[in-house]
């Protein structure tokens, strides 16, 4: 009789046992299933440029007496690719753009020089659709405050892995010429990305303009919590909002003949 209560007891264990396993199964199957979305936290990019094709982009017929072998001279004493980083740091759907100092000193360089640079301090509201950008234009720092910009992206079937994020294709025209790829994740759901580049269902990690030989990448993403202070928009320079500011660059270069348009591209990206 005593022997029949323990069987039926153990019985009852490894029933509740075989339960309990496979309860934790079950749980650990949901939770794995669980997306997990990062709303705060600071994104390190690195954007690179490609000196060579950038310079062999400013000789032509009328200049290649000179250029030609200086392009060959820089290629013997420079990198192909300057390399520049950033931070992008996002919570509450806001996000603050803010450049590393270059230390990199370019020598004999032909091409455009603000391309390769990066002049902007740019704070976005996602939800407000606005911006507060200073933008250094060579020794003047103005302060651009408007509504972001309206970027009409195409949404792709390829996908991309980036700091460990699977990111998503969009391409867009901006500036009416200008073609844009980038790659988004909509596991960090803010509508953000680096310089002034936003709109997509997701944060932004690369970046790339092709004809431009420019792009952007993460390279590293630490979820955190952010401080309201770590996201206070820049403050200094000369108040204007984003027409106002190119009618600036406009009159400012308006004699400066075929590198008018190249810069004024530049300082409007």
Same mark, same amino acid.
């Given at each position: ?63 290649? $007496?000179?250029? =030609?072998? @200086? /392009?060959?001279?820089? %290629? ?11 931070? &992008? ?87 009416? $010429?200008?073609? =844009?790829? @980038? /790659?988004?994740?909509? %596991? ?11 709109? &997509? ?69």
């Amino acid at each position: 009789m005593i022997l029949i209560k323990w069987e039926g007891k153990i019985n009852n264990m490894k029933k509740l046992t075989i339960i309990t396993i496979v309860l934790l199964i079950v749980s650990q199957f949901i939770f794995g299933q669980t997306a997990h979305f990062t709303t705060s936290g600071v994104i390190e990019f690195e954007k690179t440029a490609n000196m060579y094709a950038i310079f062999q982009k400013s000789i032509n017929k009328d200049n290649e $007496s000179y250029l =030609v072998p @200086a /392009f060959e001279n820089f %290629k013997k004493t420079q990198p192909q690719f300057k390399k520049l980083k950033s931070t &992008l740091t996002f919570a509450d759907n806001k996000t603050l753009f803010t450049p590393a100092e270059d230390d990199g000193e370019i020598t004999g360089f032909w091409g455009n020089t603000v391309m390769i640079t990066q002049n902007n301090n740019i704070f976005t509201d996602v939800v407000a659709s606005t911006f507060i950008a200073q933008k250094k234009v060579f020794e003047a720092s103005f302060l651009v405050k408007d509504t972001t910009r309206k970027i009409k992206w195409k949404i792709t079937d390829e996908t991309r892995e980036i700091a460990g994020y699977t990111c998503r294709r969009a391409n867009a025209l901006v500036l009416d $010429s200008v073609y =844009v790829v @980038a /790659f988004y994740t909509d %596991k960090i759901p803010v509508s953000g990305g680096p310089e002034s580049f936003t709109g &997509l269902p997701g944060m932004i990690l690369g970046l790339a303009l092709p004809h431009e030989n420019i792009s952007w990448f993460a390279t590293k993403i630490t979820e955190m919590t952010i401080e309201p202070k770590a996201l206070i928009p820049p403050k200094k320079g000369k108040p204007l909002d984003d027409k106002g500011f190119h009618e600036t660059l406009v009159k400012t270069m308006k004699d400066w003949g075929e590198y008018a348009q190249k810069y004024l591209k530049a300082f409007s990206l």
